[in-house]
């Protein structure tokens, strides 16, 4: 091709990507919610935890701590704070000290006679109402006097204050002043955040927010605010992972470089190889956007990994050239071979597809466009552009002896089969189980940090993240009557220390039942003013005082029950639709447990239901999840490994060159795989996820290791593509294996172990090597 | 809002006022060691009562921030407050607890009274606006005005009223006109049995 042809060509590509790159920016969306790398549940409880995870009650609370000042200073601080975040929309609800009255709305206030007790035992007579007074006017002789003196007019039997009881977590840390303190002296708040606790960015913003509102704060200096969390925990999870990934990627960049430029000698042709690679993560995302309205951040995070692969294209194409021939043709004697591998690690991939699971289809989509692209621009564009003229690797000294040296290697033929029986006994003697289903125990928190959740948690009352008590019926008001039916059982398991406190959904709102019997023992007008001229008589109270008191109630008697949808606009209201969901035409109760010591009391109260109320253990549930993810998984790539044969059967032409080809690869990963189990390693899904791409890999090796060219030339370039690309994925995986992260250190460790097991058993089981 | 406080300076210019090493002296002067227990009645001017409460009892200073109000007349009553916390028992019902925060008069009283049982002048003015008026014959009146913008919410002024270093009486006087005396000491077998505002004040102030 002329000189300018390829000037246009370059122009042409480069603008090509500038447009879909511009294209790309415009239209990507990037989604963070760690639920899309999880399978679609398929049980009622695990739909339940994938709910749960994200959006449940208990996922949403943030714990805070303020320390470091006098206490008069931290209540001020603390009171301040809450002040702040109640305006704040990012949070549903704001608590640092004892109950708020003024958190039930003015407007529901009447409401108070169906919401309280009181009326199930007494009713609003003379004679009630005569002690309920003389009660209040001991009260305004007291220090209390203040507190109730506004209150009196319209609440004379103080059901708020009944109400304010009732609403007040049971198992609360210490009051000062009115704001909460732990055993540390520490000033704590309870905030609950609208977004879900798993996506990190939206939780990002919120925490954001409160350090702004802390930072704000008069006289915050000096202070010191933690947080806690699940919310907290998922966007620090993700900054660090995000962070170790980025330096690490960093580092391994520049090193590629040296070690192409050395392998090369050439800057055009390093920065020619890049195209290929860019051209395929671009069209990547092009695909996935232009399929998908969201795009998961960690689908291009573990792409950008997977598609490392295909820099192996342009890396075959830049050693196998030699000197003086026209780079197209000596693209054109790879094709074939490269094609296969194309191909191969297409179906590999292609395996995610099948899982079923929306984040690894994006997965499989990215990559497998990524590495078509890839490979035919490597195919029919690169060859344009590269430099006429170039250094044949082949006549270099060093790789002359290197090969010289791999190829007088013993070879005896008993050697795969001493790997392979290593292999086995390694796995079946390996000690501890075999798979890793706690999907937390892939991004561990430092255990201060944990301590620190469990320290404050205690202290806060703040409910278990673990265990959920599900209450099921056909209707919300099912819902209710059902929570009112299993109080008193609770509360009896409370009293024996079974659990400290279960939070009902009938502790906020009663049934409609309830409230409708309490509404039938509300007195008429007439006949409660005459009740309460009878209580007065002989008091000091001025009349007329208790007009507001007579008005509630009569709008108590006719106002229709109070609904969680009306509720729903007060922040206990709120409180009560977060433990209420419907599901298809069920509705679900979600009653959170504070400090469950006593599990099979609480399975017991389930059982006897009947099937209305169950225990929900989330973690039984995410782990049931993991091992049916696995189990997709592994299904899918059986039927990968079945289609990577018969493809590569079918371009070899010869089952007996495909068993060359395949031994090896399987060999390799099963004893990576070995070699971890005996470490004490625990397979999980991105082990399994990093062995997929080790292969795809080796099975490159393979394929050209088994090339029978008769050339010794050819042979040594083939060396040499292969040792840069083994040598370019050890720099980057090993590098990822150092990481304190350990899904990083995960990939990072079994990709490398791959690579390195991959390479040396498919340069010792080349078959023609040894006729050399 | 100014002509108040010009009137205001004008009556404690009348009543000759003493400059505030005296008021400091005072204050000192009043000093206990804790306990220090005293005997008090209590009338209470509410506006949603048509005639005021009275109680009676013994107030005691236990030390630091600690009070304890005991009720012995109409009914048998504990109110004790220690660490911004306020309990309240009475026979036969369950505790009653709050927080300080929540009842501003009483944190003012608080405030007042352990300042002048400790004798800690410096305390005092450091929550009040301290003036000090003297009357004849060793008799004199403190009058506390809250520092505090939201306790001045609540309640407008203490006056104390003593002679030589006995506190006789104290008034404090709320926002919204509600008043309540405490006669203190032997003072306090002086309530009569309907008091009035203005024979409360004479009896405070002279007899």
């Known amino acids: 091709m002329h000189r300018r042809g390829r000037w246009v060509l370059l122009v042409l590509w480069l603008a090509t990507l500038a447009a879909l790159g511009w294209m790309v920016s415009q239209r990507l969306r990037i989604s963070t919610d760690l639920r899309s790398f999880m399978p679609a549940p398929t049980t009622p409880d695990q739909r339940l935890l994938m709910e749960q995870v994200g959006e449940g009650p208990g996922s949403r609370l943030l714990l805070l701590a303020i320390a470091g000042k006098s206490d008069d200073q931290l209540v001020a601080l603390s009171q301040g704070l809450a002040a702040a975040l109640r305006k704040d929309e990012h949070f549903s609800q704001v608590i640092n000290g004892s109950f708020d009255i003024a958190s039930l709305d003015d407007r529901l206030l009447p409401y108070r006679y169906l919401l309280s007790p009181t009326l199930d035992t007494q009713r609003l007579d003379a004679a009630f109402l005569r002690d309920e007074l003389e009660q209040r006017l001991e009260d305004l002789a007291s220090p ?96 660090q992972t995000r962070g170790q990934a980025e330096w690490i990627g960093r580092i391994s960049t520049v090193g590629f470089i040296v070690l192409l430029l050395l392998a090369y000698r050439s800057v055009s042709s390093l920065l020619l190889s890049a195209l290929p690679i860019a051209s395929a993560a671009l069209a990547g995302i092009a695909v996935l956007v232009w399929l998908f309205p969201q795009v998961h951040g960690i689908t291009l995070a573990f792409g950008f990994t997977l598609l490392g692969v295909a820099q192996e294209y342009p890396i075959r194409v830049l050693s196998h050239r030699r000197a003086g021939e026209d780079a ?122 944990l301590q620190r959740d469990a320290r404050l948690r205690e202290a806060l009352g703040a409910p278990d993240v673990r265990y959920l008590l599900i209450l099921q019926s056909s209707s919300e008001q099912g819902v209710l009557a059902l929570s009112e039916r299993i109080e008193p059982a609770l509360d009896a398991l409370v009293a024996r220390h079974a659990v400290d406190a279960v939070e009902l959904p009938s502790r906020y709102l009663p049934s409609d039942a309830v409230q409708r019997a309490r509404q039938q023992k509300l007195p008429d007008r007439p006949l409660l003013q005459q009740a309460l001229n009878e209580a007065l008589r002989g008091m000091p109270f001025q009349p007329g005082l208790f007009a507001p008191f007579v008005d509630d ?58 099937g209305a109320v169950r225990l929900l253990d989330l973690k039984d549930a995410a ?104 040598l370019s994925a050890l720099l980057v995986f090993g590098m990822l294996a150092w990481s304190s992260i350990p899904v990083l250190r995960a990939i990072g460790l079994t990709v490398s172990l791959g690579v390195a097991f991959h390479f040396c058993l498919s340069i010792m089981m080349a078959p023609h090597a040894r006729q050399d | 809002m100014f002509l108040c406080g010009t009137i205001l300076s004008l009556c404690a210019n009348a009543s000759a006022p003493e400059d505030a090493a005296t008021a400091r002296v005072l204050v000192n002067s009043l000093g206990r060691p804790a306990p220090a227990r005293t005997a008090f009645a209590e009338a209470r001017f509410l506006k949603v009562l048509d005639q005021p409460l009275v ?51 009483l944190q003012i009283l608080l405030e ?39 306790l001045a919410r609540t309640v407008s002024r203490i006056e104390i009223d003593g002679q030589g270093n006995e506190p006789r009486c104290m008034r404090v006087q709320e926002a919204d006109g509600d008043l309540s005396i405490d006669l203190l000491g032997e003072l306090a077998a002086k309530m009569p049995a309907t008091p009035t505002r203005d024979a409360l004040v004479a009896l405070c102030q002279g007899g």
């Open chain 1, 144 to 239: 209390a006097a203040g507190l109730l003196k506004g209150l009196l007019p319209r609440d004379p039997t103080l059901e708020v204050l009944k109400l304010a009881e009732r609403w007040t977590p049971p198992k609360s840390p210490d009051v000062r002043n009115g704001v909460w303190f732990s055993a540390q002296n520490e000033a704590l708040l309870l905030v609950q955040t609208h977004a879900p606790g798993f996506d990190p960015d939206a939780q990002a913003i919120a925490i954001d927010g409160i350090r702004r509102a802390f930072d704000a704060l008069p006289d915050h200096q000096g202070a010191a605010l933690t947080l806690s969390g699940p919310g907290y925990f998922s966007v620090l999870v993700n900054a």
């Open chain 2, 55 to 105: 109680v009676s009892g013994e107030l005691a200073w236990l030390g630091g921030d600690r009070l304890e109000r005991r009720v012995e007349r109409p009914n048998r009553e504990v109110a004790s407050i220690a660490d911004g916390e306020v309990t309240q028992q009475r026979e036969g019902r369950p505790p009653r607890h709050f927080s300080l925060k929540r009842a501003p008069q």
């Open chain 1, 553 to 610: 109630v009569q709008k108590a008697r006719a106002w229709p029950p109070l609904t969680p949808a009306r509720f729903a606009a007060s922040p206990l209201g709120q409180r009560l639709s977060a433990m209420l969901v419907q599901r298809d035409d069920q509705w679900l109760g979600l009653a959170t447990l504070s400090g469950l010591h006593d599990v099979t009391a609480l399975q017991a109260l389930a059982q006897a239901s009947g």
């Open chain 2, 112 to 150: 007042s009274f352990v300042a002048l049982l400790g004798g800690d002048s410096e305390r005092l003015e450091q929550a009040f606006a301290i003036q000090h008026t003297v009357g004849d014959t060793k008799r004199w009146t403190l009058t506390l005005t809250p520092r505090d913008p939201n």
């Open chain 1, 328 to 449: 197209v043709q000596s693209v054109r004697d790879l094709w074939p071979l490269l094609l296969t591998a194309i191909a191969s690690a297409c179906i590999a991939y292609a395996a995610f597809y099948a899982s079923g699971v929306n984040g690894l289809r994006q997965l499989a989509v990215f990559t497998v466009t990524g590495l078509l692209v890839a490979g035919f621009s490597t195919r029919y564009l690169l060859p344009y552009l590269l430099p006429a003229r170039v250094r044949d690797v082949a006549d270099m000294p060093w790789l002359i002896a290197a090969r010289r040296y791999a190829d007088a290697l013993p070879r005896p033929r008993w050697i795969p089969w001493v790997v392979a029986l290593a292999t086995v006994l390694m796995l079946a003697l390996a000690q501890g189980p075999f798979w890793q289903n706690d999907l937390a125990a892939l991004t561990p928190l430092p255990r201060d940090l």
């Open chain 1, 623 to 726: 782990e049931s999840l993991v091992v049916d993810y696995r189990a997709r998984i592994l299904h899918a790539l059986l039927a990968a490994t079945v289609l990577l044969v018969l493809v590569i059967t079918l371009a070899l032409r010869s089952v007996r060159r495909a068993w060359h080809v395949l031994a090896p690869m399987t060999l390799a990963t099963f004893l990576v795989l070995a070699v971890e189990r005996v470490a004490g390693v625990e397979i999980s899904l991105f082990h399994l996820v990093a062995l997929i791409l080790a292969a795809g890999l080796g099975l490159h090796y393979a394929l050209f290791f088994e090339r029978d060219t008769g050339d010794a030339a050819e042979q040594r370039r083939t060396l040499h593509a292969t040792l840069v690309c083994v």
